[in-house]
């Protein structure tokens, strides 16, 4: 049997942090590249290091249970994304043979093996833990072999042309970046960008998703994840997040506003949401094309549509339209600033000039009534109940 390797001798992982079994591989066994490579023979069982104590392995065996639980519940559809993504169907032959258990009708797709790793009857998990762990660790060394190559070949590269294009943004043409988004660029340098096994990403129903940390910026992406939608993330990192306080009155805004880590986890109603995640892509779009985009055109390759149409309708329906250059200028403020500029910070601009072109209706009061949440299943129907709204409004004001 394969002993696990001392711990000054240990390769170090550097894949997706949240990747399938992640937790179970760094805290019981770190002897995956004997697996990836075939050096050695294999054995199902895993043995750990002698100073982890039955306790912890217990709870590393639990967290690969749940996580197998958590993709038994996803839907056929989300299985097969995710499958796709983990690529059993490259592992070794002892490895693939586990999962199939002589079951030789389960077939060697990476769909299949996965439906096999996840099985039930009547007594829980077809497989055992161990050896579902031990698939972990091939997947967890084969993750962050490709992530070696990921860092080379798509985020060197996708760092210095986001980089280029903000400094076009900022210093030529006609400047419509915020000279903040420059300074923000600081924040990219420090931000970690990880190739996602799709448990974060299109598990949920996403390609890709920022959080922020102590250390900075960790952005998550899904290996087939659009170039725009790289972009849209990279934009997450430099983005103040201001537009999350959209709906909140400057008479109402309290201390847990300085706190952007707050924020961006969501202490916005679901149309300030919506309306920033849309921005976030309006500014993408503008980095490629060299200007703030036109609402009132159609754009390829957009997200968040409907916090698209939502913000097309606040800028376009009303008495006069809202230079989408004041939703920039708002997204890209901090909560400190705007804090510190209070009435004239660049959110209250925005608020204003919203209030000025639907001076018949409370607008900031009618965001907080959208119902229509991001995923949300209703979302689109919500949006076009309300935009039909402010249309009527508009025309009662011209």
């Given at each position: 049997m394969n002993r696990p390797l001392p711990s000054h001798e240990t390769p170090p992982l550097h894949g997706d942090p949240q990747a399938f079994g992640r937790e179970a591989v760094d805290t019981l066994h770190r002897q995956a590249r004997y697996i990836a490579t075939g050096e050695h023979?294999?054995?199902?069982?895993?043995?750990?290091?002698?100073?982890?104590?039955?306790?912890?392995?217990?709870l590393a065996y639990n967290s690969i249970e749940d996580e197998r639980l958590a993709i038994s519940g996803l839907s056929w559809v989300r299985r097969h994304q995710v499958a796709s993504r983990l690529g059993l169907e490259d592992m070794p032959d002892s490895l693939q043979q586990l999962l199939k258990n002589n079951d030789q009708q389960s077939g060697t797709s990476s769909y299949r093996l996965l439906r096999r790793l996840v099985a039930k009857d009547e007594d829980g998990f077809v497989i055992p833990a161990a050896a579902a762990a031990n698939v972990a660790q091939w997947h967890n060394q084969n993750l962050s072999d490709k992530q070696v190559t990921f860092q080379a070949e798509v985020v060197a590269p996708l760092k210095e042309a986001f980089k280029a294009s903000v400094h076009q943004a900022v210093d030529g043409g006609n400047g419509w970046m915020p000279a903040v988004a420059e300074e923000r660029l600081a924040e990219l340098d420090q931000a970690t960008i990880y190739l996602n096994d799709g448990l974060q990403t299109v598990a949920r129903g996403?390609?890709?998703?920022?959080?922020?940390?102590?250390?900075?910026?960790?952005?998550?992406?899904d290996p087939k994840a659009r170039p725009t939608t790289r972009r849209h993330e990279l934009v997450h990192v430099i983005a103040g997040g201001g537009l999350l306080a959209l709906t909140v009155d400057q008479e109402e805004t309290t201390k847990k506003y300085i706190d952007r880590d707050t924020l961006l986890h969501g202490d916005g109603s679901p149309a300030?949401?919506?309306?920033?995640?849309?921005t976030t892509d309006l500014i993408r779009v503008g980095l490629d094309e060299g200007s703030v985009p036109d609402l009132r055109k159609i754009h390829r390759g957009i997200s968040y549509r409907e916090g698209w149409r939502l913000m097309r309708a606040l800028a376009t329906y009303g008495k006069h339209d809202v230079d989408p250059q004041l939703f920039v200028n708002a997204h890209m403020e901090s909560p400190m600033d705007r804090l510190m500029r209070d009435e004239h910070s660049e959110l209250a601009k925005l608020q204003q000039a919203l209030k000025a072109a639907f001076p018949t209706?409370?607008?900031?009061?009618?965001?907080?009534?959208?119902?229509?949440?991001?995923?949300?299943a209703y979302q689109k129907a919500d949006i076009a109940v309300f935009t039909g709204v402010l249309k009527k409004a508009g025309k009662k004001t011209l």
């Open positions: 023979d294999y054995d199902s069982r895993i043995d750990p290091y002698e100073d982890i104590s039955p306790q912890m392995a217990e996403r390609k890709g998703k920022v959080d922020e940390t102590p250390e900075g910026a960790v952005v998550t992406l300030s949401l919506l309306i920033a995640e849309a209706r409370d607008i900031l009061e009618d965001l907080r009534k959208v119902d229509g949440a991001l995923n949300s």
